[in-house]
């Protein structure tokens, strides 16, 4: 918009020294779809992206690779699944997205806010409500963010997903001003 900061040459900003008002810079949809799996670890101080919580997402990343998945979640003693890799883990039913809520452990993040945001001018109800492996099984669709972009979920177990809300949500984010988010 005309309100848009102005980026002066840089990489964001225009090739050839030209200026081009900042938007999002190509928020993007993983061409692969990735499995995931569950692994529990508790840390100190869920929530917050303490030494101990890094190191419990390592040790279920290793865990699921050795089990020959790709993405793991993380579950709390509970069985609240907290997220994937510190980020949200989303889930679709219908015209519904859910995430496990921060005050049941989930990690607070820019990427959370942003696409929590997404969904709602997506017309989805965002639901804050601990996620658990058995709403893994019964979901339409799976999605977690990373820096780079949207990750579809192919599956959980024998469980196979959709990828429309994240395709709508990728997009939805590449034509969003970044200062809109909240």
Same mark, same amino acid.
């Given at each position: !918009?005309?309100?848009?900061?102005? /980026?002066?040459?840089?990489?964001?900003?225009?090739?050839n020294?030209?200026?081009?008002?900042?938007? =999002?810079?190509?928020?993007?949809?993983?061409?692969?779809?990735?499995?995931?799996? &569950?692994?529990?670890?508790?840390?100190?101080h869920? !929530?917050?992206?303490?030494? !101990? $919580?890094?190191?419990?997402?390592? =040790?279920?990343?290793?865990?699921?690779?050795? %089990? +020959?998945?790709?993405?793991?979640? %993380? *579950?709390?003693?509970?069985?609240?699944?907290?997220?994937?890799? !510190?980020?949200?883990?989303? /889930?679709?039913? +219908?015209?519904? $997205?859910?995430?496990?809520?921060?005050?049941?452990?989930?990690?607070?993040? $820019?990427?959370r806010?942003?696409?929590?945001?997404?969904?709602?001018?997506?017309?989805?109800?965002v639901?804050?409500?601990?996620?658990?492996?058995?709403?893994?099984? @019964?979901?339409? *669709?799976?999605? &977690?963010?990373?820096?780079?972009?949207?990750?579809?979920?192919?599956? =959980?177990?024998?469980?196979r997903?959709?990828? &429309? $809300?994240?395709? @709508?949500?990728?997009? %939805?984010?590449?034509?969003?001003?970044? @200062?809109?988010? %909240?």
């Amino acid at each position: !918009g005309d309100n848009a900061p102005i /980026i002066r040459g840089s990489a964001l900003g225009g090739l050839n020294g030209e200026d081009r008002p900042l938007l =999002y810079p190509h928020f993007v949809l993983w061409h692969k779809r990735m499995m995931l799996d &569950t692994v529990r670890c508790d840390a100190p101080h869920e !929530g917050y992206p303490t030494a !101990g $919580a890094l190191l419990c997402d390592r =040790y279920a990343e290793r865990t699921v690779r050795r %089990r +020959g998945g790709e993405l793991a979640a %993380r *579950e709390n003693r509970d069985g609240v699944l907290l997220g994937v890799g !510190g980020e949200p883990l989303l /889930i679709v039913s +219908g015209r519904q $997205a859910l995430t496990t809520p921060l005050s049941a452990g989930a990690t607070d993040s $820019a990427m959370r806010r942003l696409v929590l945001s997404a969904c709602r001018e997506e017309g989805l109800t965002v639901t804050e409500y601990p996620l658990t492996r058995q709403m893994l099984l @019964r979901c339409d *669709e799976a999605l &977690t963010v990373d820096v780079q972009g949207i990750v579809p979920v192919l599956g =959980y177990r024998d469980r196979r997903y959709f990828n &429309t $809300a994240a395709v @709508r949500l990728s997009e %939805r984010i590449n034509r969003t001003d970044i @200062r809109t988010y %909240r």
